[in-house]
């Protein structure tokens, strides 16, 4: 399903080291075309300029906000940068450090994304404004949503604002447990009117059969309706996912 087509962002687990090799090996698979960059925090990139030469596209996970994307800035060139990320971290002024990161982002240059982590909490719709306003994306932590606020209302926010976003934080199970489809399926039904509580009932975890026919129901316009929305998600075990979806009949033919 072209659902899939570069959604699949391979992001090793924090201990283990970003490799270029390995990731291109995952784009030579014959189901290679659901997998999008490699996802690297800045504290590694330390040996990654060559990763071009594989053809190999980086996202830059930034730790230091808006200082970060500017020191990020000075070396984009040297890098096959498609993208940069980072996290709104001023609890006191959301809105205050969107504006930073957006202006910091401008370095970047117009070819590079920039997500934006906007943590709910006082302020974060505003926040949220500034974000798309300045032409940035969104970025939603399905982890840290499961120990607070509901998952479907932080992801309800991005789609009111229409603004398009990439996740992080999901489980290993592509349908359980906000797994990858059971978030595609929230997400479909959030862009549809549902309540917020209805994308969480799903987000819990749908049975594969269910899933499956589900997706099989799509469109092409319903695809492109969901990814207008849904730009990525990150995934630390993409092999083991993709054999999960091809084995479920969901990557086609």
Same mark, same amino acid.
């Not at 190999?56 to 984009?76: N, P």
């Not at 450090?97 to 117009?110: M, P």
């Not at 974060?124 to 306003?133: D, M, T």
């Given at each position: 399903?072209?659902?899939?087509?570069?959604?699949? =962002?391979?992001? $090793?687990?924090?201990?283990?080291?970003?490799? $270029?090799?390995?990731?291109?090996?995952?784009?030579?698979?014959?189901?290679?075309?659901?997998?999008?960059?490699?996802?690297?925090?800045?504290?590694?990139?330390?040996?990654?300029?060559?990763?071009?030469?594989?053809?190999?596209?980086?996202?830059?996970?930034?730790?230091?906000?808006?200082?970060?994307?500017?020191?990020? /800035?000075? +070396?984009?060139?040297?890098?096959?940068?498609?993208?940069?990320?980072?996290?709104? +971290?001023?609890?006191?002024?959301? #809105?205050?450090?969107?504006?930073?990161? #957006?202006?910091?982002?401008?370095?970047?240059?117009?070819?590079?994304?920039?997500?934006?982590?906007?943590? !709910?909490?006082?302020?974060?719709?505003?926040?949220?404004?500034?974000?798309?306003?300045? *032409?940035?994306? %969104?970025?939603?932590?399905?982890?840290? /949503?499961?120990?607070?606020?509901?998952?479907? !209302?932080?992801?309800?926010?991005?789609?009111?604002?229409?603004?398009?976003?990439?996740?992080?934080?999901? *489980?290993?199970?592509?349908?359980?447990?906000?797994?990858?489809? #059971?978030?595609?399926?929230?997400?479909?039904?959030?862009?549809? *009117?549902?309540?917020?509580?209805?994308?969480?009932?799903?987000? *819990?975890?749908?049975?594969?059969?269910?899933?499956?026919?589900?997706?099989? !129901?799509?469109?092409?316009?319903?695809?492109? +309706?969901? +990814?207008?929305?849904? =730009?990525?998600?990150?995934? !630390?075990?993409? #092999?083991?996912?993709?054999?999960?979806?091809?084995?479920? %009949?969901?990557?086609?033919?």
């Amino acid at each position: 399903m072209d659902v899939f087509r570069a959604l699949l =962002h391979d992001a $090793p687990d924090p201990g283990s080291s970003p490799d $270029p090799t390995a990731h291109r090996a995952l784009l030579d698979r014959a189901d290679g075309w659901t997998v999008g960059p490699l996802v690297v925090p800045d504290e590694r990139l330390a040996g990654l300029g060559t990763a071009g030469d594989l053809g190999v596209t980086l996202s830059v996970l930034i730790g230091g906000g808006a200082g970060g994307l500017t020191a990020l /800035a000075r +070396r984009a060139e040297t890098l096959p940068l498609v993208s940069a990320e980072t996290v709104l +971290r001023d609890l006191d002024d959301l #809105a205050g450090n969107a504006g930073r990161v #957006a202006a910091a982002a401008t370095g970047l240059g117009d070819g590079v994304e920039v997500y934006v982590g906007v943590p !709910a909490a006082r302020g974060a719709v505003e926040a949220v404004e500034v974000v798309e306003a300045a *032409g940035l994306l %969104g970025r939603v932590s399905l982890a840290e /949503a499961r120990g607070g606020t509901g998952a479907g !209302a932080q992801l309800s926010v991005l789609v009111e604002a229409d603004l398009p976003f990439k996740a992080t934080g999901l *489980g290993a199970d592509p349908f359980g447990a906000y797994g990858l489809v #059971a978030l595609l399926m929230a997400v479909e039904a959030l862009v549809d *009117g549902a309540d917020p509580r209805d994308a969480d009932a799903l987000l *819990g975890g749908v049975d594969e059969q269910r899933a499956t026919n589900a997706l099989a !129901a799509w469109d092409a316009a319903t695809s492109a +309706r969901v +990814r207008r929305r849904l =730009h990525g998600v990150d995934c !630390a075990d993409v #092999a083991g996912t993709l054999e999960r979806l091809g084995a479920a %009949g969901l990557l086609g033919g």
